[in-house]
Nanobody
């Protein structure tokens, strides 16, 4: 199973970005997918996630009301719409998936990070 993230970049404070992450490979089922981020000198933290069956969502308090997670089950893809971005949102964003595979034992997968930089 592989996770491919895209959509990072440089934006001014108050702007918006949309991240995408597509899961591919020998997928049996997707339990949930979401996003973590890691700023320089800080620990990786959860941004939010969504379950693929019921669509339940969970967000970090710091992004509630500004970020929205959605998913497309037909494409095995999760999206992160980030609005009203702040300089403190600057970080490398990592896609994460809890995925059952036909051919692999693990269930947690990570994509390569995508840089989000918010200028003041």
């Amino acid at each position: 199973v592989q996770l491919q993230a895209s959509g990072g970049g440089l934006v001014q404070a108050g702007g918006s970005l949309r991240l995408s992450c597509a899961a591919s490979g020998s997928i049996f089922s997707i339990v949930a997918m979401g996003w973590y981020r890691q700023a320089p000198g800080k620990q990786r933290e959860l941004v939010g996630y969504i379950t693929f069956s019921g669509g339940s969502k969970n967000y970090a308090d710091s992004v509630k009301g500004r970020f929205t997670i959605s998913r497309d089950n037909t494409k095995n893809t999760v999206y992160l719409q980030m609005n009203n971005l702040k300089p403190e949102d600057t970080a490398v964003y990592y896609c994460n998936g809890e995925i059952y595979s036909h051919s692999e034992d693990g269930t947690h997968y990570w994509g390569k990070g995508t840089q989000v930089t918010v200028s003041s």
